[in-house]
Nanobody, 122 residues
């Protein structure tokens, strides 16, 4: 049974950095494209970034391009999102998900974990 467990969220001030992680189990992680999505308060889910199975191909939504970096460690079944120069607009619950049609398809499977809250506020 697939499981995704996110961690590393918290409260930070604008301009600060945070790295969130997601440990996967229950499927062949090293063969799966993965993604991070987020849900700001009162808004719909938004695709943020995707990475291919080998960690070579990456893609980002325009609003985080240049500030966020997605990476993975297949030996640890873990995907990361390094977030720099955070702004209040990045406040959201962040989820990692399995991509359905490739790392840059901006589509994802229905299952997601409990998420990790990121709050950016002064």
């Amino acid at each position: 049974q697939m499981q995704l467990v996110e961690s590393g969220g918290g409260l930070v001030e604008p301009g600060e950095s945070l790295r969130i992680s997601c440990v996967a189990s229950g499927f062949t992680f090293s063969s799966a494209s993965m993604a991070w999505i987020r849900q700001p308060p009162g808004k719909d889910l938004e695709w943020v970034s995707g990475i291919d199975s080998r960690g070579i191909g990456t893609s980002y939504v325009d609003s985080v391009q240049g500030r966020f970096t997605i990476s993975r460690d297949n030996s640890k079944n873990t995907v990361y999102l390094q977030m720099n120069n955070l702004s209040p607009e990045d406040t959201a619950v962040y989820y990692c998900v399995r991509s359905t049609f490739g790392y840059d398809s901006r589509t994802w499977s229905a299952y997601r974990g409990q998420g990790t809250q990121v709050t950016v506020s002064s």
